[in-house]
Antibody
Framework: EVHLVESGGVVAQPGGSLRLSCAASGFIFDDYAMHWVRQAPGKGLEWVCLISWDGGTSYCADSVKGRFTISRDNSKKSLYLQMNSLRVEDSGLYYC???????????????WGQGTLVTVSS | EVVLTQSPATLSLSPGERATLSCRASQSVRSHLAWYQQKPAQAPRLLIYDALNRTTGVPARFRGSGSGTDFTLTISSLEPEDFAVYYCQQRSNWITFGQGTRLEIK
């Protein structure tokens, strides 16, 4: 069974930094592209970033480009999101999600973690 | 950016009834559309991808249809566990989600 467990969400100040982690199990991690998707409290979903199976390619939404960096360590079956220059509007539940297509990503998310909560507030 | 507009915002139905949820795109997304179900305090669950393909384990009562700009998720006969929020998502032009339709028990 696919299992994704996020961690690292805390209360942070505007302008601060955070690093989120996602531990994967139950599938061959380096066979899949991975994503971060976020959800503001009581709101809808917003895709954040993608990383290819080997970490060689990554893309992020314009709203976080230049501030957030996605990375992975396949030896540890882990996904990361480095969040810098945090803004109040970055607050929300951050989900780690697997791409349905495997290594050839297609931006459909077939497995999700339970999320880790980030609150940006002064 | 492709804007996805879901309607209605809230749908109140009884178990056994048929549910029809709509998702309209601001420009054509071909068939590159998915539907997710989200229950309270749970992560979203992928139901349908490429407009009409059910993910493994999704009951046959869930059916996706449409292409271009107009899409529909139909639940043929509602079960108690189907009451949730449903989101559509497109991948044709970057990635955007609709604002959701809340399916509630009448």
């Amino acid at each position: 069974e696919v299992h994704l467990v996020e961690s690292g969400g805390v209360v942070a100040q505007p302008g601060g930094s955070l690093r989120l982690s996602c531990a994967a199990s139950g599938f061959i991690f380096d066979d899949y592209a991975m994503h971060w998707v976020r959800q503001a409290p009581g709101k809808g979903l917003e895709w954040v970033c993608l990383i290819s199976w080997d970490g060689g390619t990554s893309y992020c939404a314009d709203s976080v480009k230049g501030r957030f960096t996605i990375s992975r360590d396949n030896s540890k079956k882990s996904l990361y999101l480095q969040m810098n220059s945090l803004r109040v509007e970055d607050s929300g539940l951050y989900y780690c999600a697997r791409d349905r297509a495997g290594s050839e990503w297609e931006y459909y998310f077939d497995s999700w973690g339970q999320g880790t909560l980030v609150t940006v507030s002064s | 950016e492709v804007v996805l507009t879901q309607s209605p915002a809230t749908l109140s139905l009884s178990p056994g009834e048929r549910a029809t949820l709509s998702c309209r795109a601001s420009q054509s997304v071909r068939s590159h559309l998915a539907w997710y179900q989200q229950k309270p305090a749970q992560a979203p669950r992928l139901l349908i991808y490429d407009a009409l393909n059910r993910t493994t384990g999704v009951p046959a009562r869930f059916r996706g249809s449409g292409s271009g700009t107009d899409f529909t998720l139909t639940i043929s006969s509602l079960e108690p566990e189907d009451f949730a929020v449903y989101y559509c998502q497109q991948r044709s032009n970057w990635i955007t989600f609709g604002q959701g339709t809340r399916l509630e028990i009448k």
